[in-house]
């Protein structure tokens, strides 16, 4: 069998986080600071990744005498 008398000692930031991960429902707290976590990076980041994408697509596409690309 494996790990039969190999002394494995735990980690226990490892498992505190995954004793967290596992009762995640019940440790998260919906506050205004994970409200702004969330706000911020599940919606503004992904928009202003999107944009600079957009915006740089445009760019080549002027530098190559071409029509805009439209998105969306």
């Not at 911020?40 to 805009?68: A, C, M, W």
Request: net charge positive; with cysteine; glycine share 6%.
């Amino acid at each position: 069998m494996a790990g039969g008398g190999m002394g494995v000692q735990k980690n226990k930031f490892i498992e505190q986080w995954a004793t967290n991960r596992e009762n995640l429902e019940q440790c998260f707290k919906f506050d205004r600071r994970n409200a702004a976590l969330i706000l911020t990076f599940g919606i503004l980041v992904p928009i202003v990744v999107y944009k600079s994408i957009v915006v740089e697509q445009h760019k080549h596409d002027v530098d190559y005498n071409r029509k805009p690309t439209k998105f969306l």
